[in-house]
């Protein structure tokens, strides 16, 4: 898909610049008066396959020319909230610092900043209360799973999902996806090796719905507790608990973190158990593909998820996935923005 948008976006971009058109009509243009046929992003099962190519194509922009700008006035006079109930370092600064760069106001909700901790103000209406206020996009981070499904179904500005609890990150499978079409030209035909504790992870399941409806495969190894039962028949995905067999040539190597904040811990013998077998080091990494990409959506435990030899190697895109992501949410937060041409 997106070797398919370079072709067709960079020269557009090149003339366009040349005429003198600013970053906002360039967007616009490129644009061209699409919008999203999905209103929120509660899942990557929200999109089309052309949403999906609109969003990457916007990206694309956004990747090689937002850099230069200090700030562009596409989202002048939108106010959007970044309502995070639950920690968020890349997801959450990204939102915000994006926010900023396209002139949006940006305004931060915390749990313990907000009505809801100690005063007991539900979710719902903690929504209703931010519709009230005018906000044009509210971006939710939730323990709870479907959070943001639940507030979507209940007020009119778009909802994007930033991560429920072991539900989904949609914004993190997007970028995935994205940063793997950057790296091959097309995730078609690639497969892509899960590697660690999917049974807790929103990454996981963000990343196996993104790959699979973009026509990339999907390898889950890790330890049996931690690989729900029947997902091969339930997703159309293969499973090898052994990783020195799973990662035999696959293209891309996606290590996940043990999720000991959500008792994680109690599916395994011990973290040391768990990285002898399950940490992604040069050795396991030199039966990939040549080159195969090392990919992280990060917090990482280093020597447990990863090797630092390998998350500080040629092959890791861990730095990539979090530039990118940068790009996927700018050009999300200016498609959910305008609905209409
Ligand atoms: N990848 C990700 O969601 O990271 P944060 O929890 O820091 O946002």
């Not at 899942?43 to 194509?57: C, K, P, R, T």
């Not at 206020?133 to 179904?153: K, N, T, V």
Request: hydrophobic share 40%; net charge neutral; charged share 25%.
């Amino acid at each position: 898909m997106l070797g398919q948008i370079n072709d067709k976006i960079k020269p557009r971009i090149a003339a366009l610049k040349k005429q003198r058109a600013d970053l906002s009509q360039i967007a616009e243009e490129i644009r061209d008066g699409r919008v999203l046929s999905a209103t929120d992003l509660v899942s990557v099962d929200d999109l089309s396959l052309e949403d999906i190519g609109l969003i990457f194509e916007l990206a694309k922009l956004f990747q090689l020319e937002l850099p230069e700008h200090k700030k562009i006035p596409l989202l002048r006079g939108k106010s959007i909230i970044n309502f995070f109930m639950e920690e968020s370092t890349r997801t959450r600064v990204s939102f915000e610092m994006v926010g900023k760069h396209l002139s949006a106001d940006t305004i931060n909700v915390s749990a313990s900043s907000s009505s809801m901790a100690k005063k007991g103000e539900t979710l719902n209406d903690t929504a209703r209360t931010l519709r009230s206020l005018r906000a044009d996009l509210i971006i939710l981070r939730h323990s709870q799973a479907g959070s943001p499904g639940m507030i979507a179904a209940e007020i009119e500005p778009p909802v994007i999902n930033a991560g429920d609890g072991w539900h989904d990150h949609p914004t993190q499978g997007l970028l995935d996806v994205f940063t793997i079409e950057d790296y091959y030209g097309s995730i078609e035909g690639k497969t892509v090796l899960v590697v660690g504790d999917i049974l807790h992870s929103r990454v996981a399941g963000a990343l196996i719905r993104s790959v699979l409806k973009c026509g990339g495969k999907i390898r889950l190894s890790g330890p049996p507790t931690m690989i729900p039962k029947k997902v091969e028949a339930e997703f159309g995905v293969e499973v090898e608990y052994n990783l020195e067999k799973a990662i035999k040539d696959v293209e891309v190597v996606y290590a996940l973190r043990v999720q000991l904040e959500r008792a994680a811990g109690a599916f395994i013998p011990t973290i040391r158990d768990y990285s002898k077998l399950y940490c992604v080091n040069p050795v396991r990494l030199a039966r990939a593909a040549p080159k195969a990409m090392v990919m992280h959506a990060g917090p990482i435990n280093r020597e447990v998820d990863l090797r630092t030899e390998v998350m500080e190697g040629p092959q890791s895109f861990v730095e990539t996935q979090v530039a990118n992501g940068w790009a996927i949410r700018a050009a999300l937060l200016y498609l959910l923005t305008r609905r209409s041409s």
